[in-house]
């Protein structure tokens, strides 16, 4: 990967949630790694309905791995003992 990065999620003050990103660009592909400790993020096929973004808290979560699912070529996401990766890969 080009380039590597690592940091604390916005509005963790425990410190508990470290990631660690990388990625890799050329002129036909671009790759992203996102390695973090915590729980899986889900990639659903369908967009959470306007009404569930105003009710349910975890829809923002749901809006974000649906976007990330649509725009996104290929995804693989593994999750082991609350230790994850996230790849992404988009055609360019």
């Known amino acids: ?9 916005p509005g963790d003050r425990d410190n ?5 990103t990388g990625t890799r660009f050329d002129k036909l ?6 390695r973090y400790s915590g729980d ?6 369908h967009c959470p309905s ?3 973004i105003m009710e349910d808290e975890t829809a923002m979560v749901n809006l974000s791995g649906f976007l990330i ?3 996104a070529d290929a995804i ?3 999750c082991k003992n609350g ?7 988009y055609d360019h």
Not at 83 to 89: A, G, L, P
């Open 1 to 9: 990967m080009g380039r590597l990065r690592s940091g604390q999620s």
């Open 16 to 20: 508990r949630t470290r990631f660690t």
């Open 29 to 34: 592909n671009m790759d992203i790694a996102i």
């Open 40 to 45: 899986t993020l889900p990639f659903p096929t």
């Open 50 to 52: 306007e009404k569930e």
């Open 69 to 71: 699912r649509h725009y």
């Open 76 to 78: 693989h996401s593994v």
């Open 83 to 89: 230790e994850c990766s996230i790849s992404i890969h």
